[in-house]
Each structure stands twice: as C-alpha cells, then as structure tokens.
C-alpha cells in the first residue's frame, strides 16, 4: 500500500513501514500514548480493545487535530472494519477526507472506505470510491478489491468469482464421539481461518466442508454430487482409499486436489491432478541422504531400520540416493518393533558401527525403546558418531535433551514450523483471538495448505501445477521451507534439526 502499510493475516493485524506519527510529524512530536498502545492492540489483533483505546484521538473527538490524529483515525477505522463495525467506522472516514483532503495517507482512507463499503455490501459505491483513487496509487490494492467486488478478473484469463474449494474432511458431525474427530475439526478451522486473511488480500475463497471419514461408499455417494464437480480446488480426503477415489475421479478433470496429511507417495502414481501437502516418505529419505553424504566423513553409513513399510521405504530410498551420490551403506540391519526390551538391546548392542570407517548411523523408526537403546549405545561408546533419526524423538519423555545436545544427533523434521517465527506467532495471535486457544499443528497445517495453493488456482482449476513450479522452494507463511519445483507433486521443503546448547538450529 502507500505511506501507511498494513497486512492482514486471519484475525491479526500487522503494521508495517514507518512510525504514524512520524508520518505526520517528520518524528518531532512523541505520540499520545494511547495511539502507541492502540496501534499495539491493533497489531495484537484486539480490535475492540483498539477501537476504545483510540477513540478519544479520532478527527470527530477532538477540537484542534493533533500530531496523531489522522493515522489514529485511520487506524481506529481499520479496527472497525475487523470488528465488523463498517457502519460505525464509514462516516468517520468521510469526514477524515473532508477536512484533510491533502493528507499524504489520503490514498491508504480511500482504499480503506471502499473496504468498509464492501463490507456494508454497497458495492458500487464501493467501486465509485475507488474510482477517487488518484493517478496510478494503490493499483494492486486496488485491483484486487475490483475482482473481489467483481468488476475484475481473478486471473489474467480474464474469469471471474472466486476461488471453489471443498474440504472433504472427517468432522465428525455423526459420530457419537466427535472428539475422535478433532484433527479434521482443527484442520478445517486452520482453511477457515486462511480464507479470511486471502479474503483480505484480495482473493475470495468460497470454502465448503463435506465431512468424510475413511469411508469408500460415502466417498463415491460425495463424489456423484454436482456442487463438488464444480469446484476448483479439492482439500482431502486424508485416508488413502478414499484419497485414491478422490484422485482417479477428478483425473483429466480441472480440478486440483491436496492430501494435506499424506506421506505416501504411492497416491501420486496414475493421479496427475493430486499433491501431497508433506513431502512424501521418498523425498524425507532423499534429503536426509544428501544432508549425509554432504555433512559426514567418511562418505559411509549403517541403517538400522523398523520392519514397518514405510521405514522399509525410506531405507530403499535412502540407500538409492546416497549411493547415486557415491556414499556407501556398510551395514543394514532390520528390527522389528515388537522385540523385547532385552532383545532389542542385543541388537542395537551387535551393530558393527564401532569401526571409524562408518560415517554416520541412520535410524528408521519412532519406536521409543528402540530410540533409547541407541542413545543408550551412543553414550556407552563415548564416540560422536553423527545420528540421524525422526524428529518424533524430541518429543519422547523418556529422552532427555542433553543426551541429544551432547551427541550429534540430527532430526529429520518434515512437518517442522518454527513456533517462534515472527509468521508463526502472527498466526497464533489471530488464532486465539479467534477461538480462545492455542493452534495445534493441524490448525497451521490447515492455514499455510489454503493461503498457498488457494492464490495459484487458476479457473477451472488449471495452472496450479505450473504455478507451483514456478513459485519453487522458498519458506512459506509458516515453514522454514516449502515447495514444489521442477514439477515435484509433494511438497520438496524438508527441514533437519540439531540441537546446540538445547536450541533447535534449522541445517537444512
């Protein structure tokens, strides 16, 4: 936007570029602390809270405008406009523009007012108003109100409307125990909540949920609707049979289709119109392969594998990766879950990896005792062999971090989100503003899935694929790393942790 920024994510507003007040004072004045302490409810996302606070410095409440009144207007104004306060907030912007029609901002109070007038349905005043904008001001802003209001097209193809998107997610509306259901609950609360922050930068979602567990008859019953051949944009199912249905019926159809919980890459095969919103069990085993290969000396590596399919995948993958690059697996050993603690033990014990011809250990599984017995053996060795196992084993209560700060432990992280990234914590604050809680990783799963793919849906559902080719691997709102270049169908962003002085440092 122009002088004075701000972004909407969700429930939250973040302002950005230069300080209000300097914008109006060149810095010379300090401002009331009640703009600086409603500018801060504002960002935080507490608009009523905003709009009492910055209510005594509005241009209708005060005799003489002061250093701070135009952008306390303005922000009050943009309060009101999230606290669904249109009525209110509409008139007190007409009157900002009456008495400083020659403020810098006036450009931002023009967009804003078409804004409030959207939100009072008046859409073409809303389109008269900012036909007021002058010259070449605001043109993205302005455009993307335009296709909202739908005077414009959504896409250089020149259609119109917004982007259809059903979430086909298990919500357990029929079941006696709705809390077995709560994932698909947050998930979808997670689109919501996206819908609302695209809705805001100028992409209209018209999201519609269909609750579908791992039911194949249901899906077929879905799967005859009309309404669902009419959408663009297909989030679900998150069981396999069902997701398989899902992609083979929409195959040579416009329609693009996200697993936003899948690893397998199995699904992708025959379905050209299905992504994996995690990156496949493949792509895990190529990254940490190449990390390996880069990282460790020696150039070799012993896998020591759960009997399960998908570790037996990741070891397969793994090994073709590592030694495509020149490494060389020296020992491959097999445990099967159900071992006794003793036995177990033995084995992990009986794993020629003592010599320093082997550059590092790689462990396929989430099993906690078998998670301890090779911490176990790391310690008894006294050697800082590098490991790289699962990041479930951070979150293992029997382990204790310092066995993993002491160590050269490294995780591999495929879901991973910095909590304490400045887009996570946005994102938790509209979050609780919104429900009262703290987001679950399904909450943020949910957000960051809609607020990418959403904005790259073409009509029809075209060009997704080669819009998220183009956009390549780049950090997303809330990874570290998340993409699908070169035509990849799941997603390539695959993080690998390691812990120095028990903080969690991204390698990868």
Known sequence: MGMIRYWVLGAGCWLLGWGAARAQTGGAARPDPRYEQGKAQLAAGTYGLAMNTLQKLIITNVPTPGPTTNVATYLWAVAGLRDNHPREAEPVL?????????????????LLQAQLAEALGERERARTILGELPGEQLTAEKDALLRRLGFGPRTTEGATGPVRVAALLPLGLDDADPRRAQFGQELYAGLKLAADSLRSLGTLVDLRAYDLSNDTVATNALLAQPDLGAVELIVGPVYKGPSRLVARATAGRPIAVVNPLSEDGSLLAGSPSLFLFRPSVQTQARAAAGLAYARFEPKTAALLVEETKDDAAFAAAFRAEFERLGGRITVEEKVASQLYRTRMTEKVNALAIDSLETGALVVVSKEKNLAQQVCGRMERDNRR???????AWLEMPELSLDQFTDR??????????????AGNRQFRRAWQARYGVPPSDYARAGFELLFTFAPLVRPGGAGLAAGLSQRGLQPGPLSPALG???GARDNQGVSILRLTNRVVEVVR
């Open 484 to 486: 699908y270049p070169n």
């Open 94 to 110: 007409r009157r900002l523009r009456a008495d400083q029609p020659a403020w810098a901002g006036m450009p931002d109070v023009i």
């Open 385 to 391: 062999l590098p490991v790289l196992a699962p990041a």
């Open 408 to 421: 050269e432990f490294y995780f591999l992280a495929p879901a991973y989100r910095d909590v304490a990234s």
